[in-house]
């Protein structure tokens, strides 16, 4: 099952980071359960089958919504509060994914924790308790997004009210424990529905891209000039193209296949 991304540039990038927001980033991860966590006994089994390659820094996606392959999807539980929920099945099914199960695990990631909030029914997508167990266990992991100051929200919202404010794409603060407010974090939803940090990682590149295509247009004959300084030679006509290779970007002379670094993306 592979990706294949159609439209304009700007499109493809932006569903390029919306399907990386929604994968998991396949490192190892101290495993971090909640107090209040508590997994059905028939479900066990793939509950450690997705643990163990977590904690071995395994590719986890066939666990994750089969909606993953959709690069159009959002997400709005991970949009909204950076929430993952991961299917607790031990076999394949006829379409490729972990089976499916009913109780799914609710689990928070950062580059070196995955912190097990609970297994909950499948569909508890605005259940605020989900951010409140976030607040009792590991206030120090979402601390950034609290605002300082404000405590406490009137009038209160129910979680279905959450579920319908998101499929409206407007964002809302949430209730931790003892009134504590947090800011989405999951960075939030757009008035498209994608999520904002797709958003605006992608227009930050788009610009990076368009400000180094810039410069080379404006600077080609100082490059070119640099390069004959230290013994290349260049009697045909000049054609640059952009190149990126890891995090590194360059500009290529096609006809003397000649590689001019221009630094980190």
């Not at 404010?165 to 603060?173: G, Y």
Request: contains cysteine; aromatic residues 12%.
């Amino acid at each position: 099952m592979g990706y294949e991304p159609r439209g304009t540039s700007e499109q493809i990038s932006h569903q390029y980071f919306n399907l990386h927001k929604r994968l998991v980033n396949p490192i190892k991860r101290k495993v971090m359960y909640s107090k209040e966590f508590s997994c059905p006994e028939d479900l066990k089994k793939g509950l450690r089958l997705v643990t163990d390659k977590i904690e071995r820094g395994e590719d986890i996606r066939l666990h994750l919504s089969k909606e993953i392959f959709n690069l159009d999807y959002n997400d709005y539980l991970l949009n909204d509060w950076g929430i993952h929920h991961i299917h607790l099945g031990t076999k394949l099914n006829k379409y490729g994914y972990i089976e499916r199960t009913g109780p799914v695990l609710f689990v928070r990631f950062t580059d070196q924790f995955a912190y097990y909030i609970n297994v909950m029914g499948h569909g508890s997508w605005g259940k605020q308790e989900l951010v409140r167990i976030l607040s009792r266990n590991w206030p120090e992991s979402i601390s950034q997004f609290r605002l300082i100051g404000i405590s406490g929200r009137n009038p209160k919202i129910k979680d279905s009210d959450v579920v319908k404010l998101r499929e409206m794409h407007v964002m809302t603060f949430t209730e931790g424990q003892e009134g504590e407010i947090y800011a989405p974090f999951g960075m939030g939803i757009t008035s498209s529905g994608m999520s904002v940090d797709a958003v605006r990682t992608s227009d930050y590149y788009l610009n990076r891209i368009k400000t180094i295509e810039h410069y080379i247009v404006q600077n080609c004959s100082k490059l070119i000039n640099q390069a004959k300084k230290i013994g290349y030679n260049f009697n045909h006509n000049i054609h640059m193209v952009l190149g990126i290779e890891g995090e590194n970007i360059y500009a290529l002379e096609v006809n003397s296949r000649v590689f001019f670094n221009l630094g980190k993306l």
